[in-house]
């Protein structure tokens, strides 16, 4: 068997850090935070793209979010502009992706440091920029 992609998922109630930020935003729209699954990573191999296998993943978060009883989805993206040097060639924004399945670009970000590579090629900690995105459906 080999492994072409990996997505992981988790009530947002476990998330203490992302919960802390978003809380009340969501509250706001009228999401009850601790009955929203949050999709943390989806990733795909790149020859394996645009076949399906990120729909099937994302079928099944929303499955498991579903047996943990929710009907609410949420996803944080990284903002990167189209002159940002830490874009890759391949870069895809998630909005384009996950427009396609019913997720909807909020007004709220909130921004997080990790280890980034930078222009000159080192790595060092810097703020990212991420947009909250929901589905509800």
Known sequence: MEIVGV???????????ILHRIAEPL??????????YYFGEMIIVPEYR??????QMLEALKKTGREQGTDHFCFLSVTRESDDVRRSVEY??????FRKF???KTDISVTFEWATIQADGCVRKSPNRLDLWIDSH
């Open 7 to 17: 997505a992981i998922g988790t009530m947002l109630s476990t998330e203490s850090d």
């Open 27 to 36: 509250q706001q729209l009228g999401i009850v935070t601790e009955q929203c």
């Open 50 to 55: 645009s076949k399906g296998i990120g729909k």
């Open 92 to 97: 895809v924004a998630s909005g384009v992706i």
């Open 102 to 104: 019913g997720f909807e």
